[in-house]
């Protein structure tokens, strides 16, 4: 389960390091990362994805015109990302933008996916939260 805050300073061209507590929860699975629905990045293992999706991929494509809106919603916003050895990986740019992510960041656990916060917008929204 992914769990707990981290503060980050990104690196040259968006470049972030999971933490290792985070990263030892991946067990050699991929990453994908999406626009998040507040304005952060969200992260989720591979199979935490599908597991995630597999409602929005079971109705009937071409019979379901919203259903269809809806998954080209999501996996439109949607990309692999692949961490080096070190566990450092690139944020997409456009991910960046939506997010307003700039220098600081926070990076948190939520349960079955992680987060990626620009600092003064995790600061805002915690307060919100009480």
Known sequence: MFLGTYEHRLMEKGRIALPKKLRSFL???KIILR???EPCIVGFRDSDWVETTKGELSKPFFLDK???DLRRKIFADAEYAELDKHGRF???KSMMEYANIEEKVIMIGAG???EIWSKSKWE???KRLG
């Open 35 to 37: 626009v998040g629905l």
């Open 124 to 126: 805002e929204y915690r």
């Open 112 to 114: 079955d996916h992680f």
């Open 90 to 92: 690139i944020l997409p």
């Open 27 to 29: 067990k050699g699975q």
């Open 66 to 68: 919203e259903g269809r």
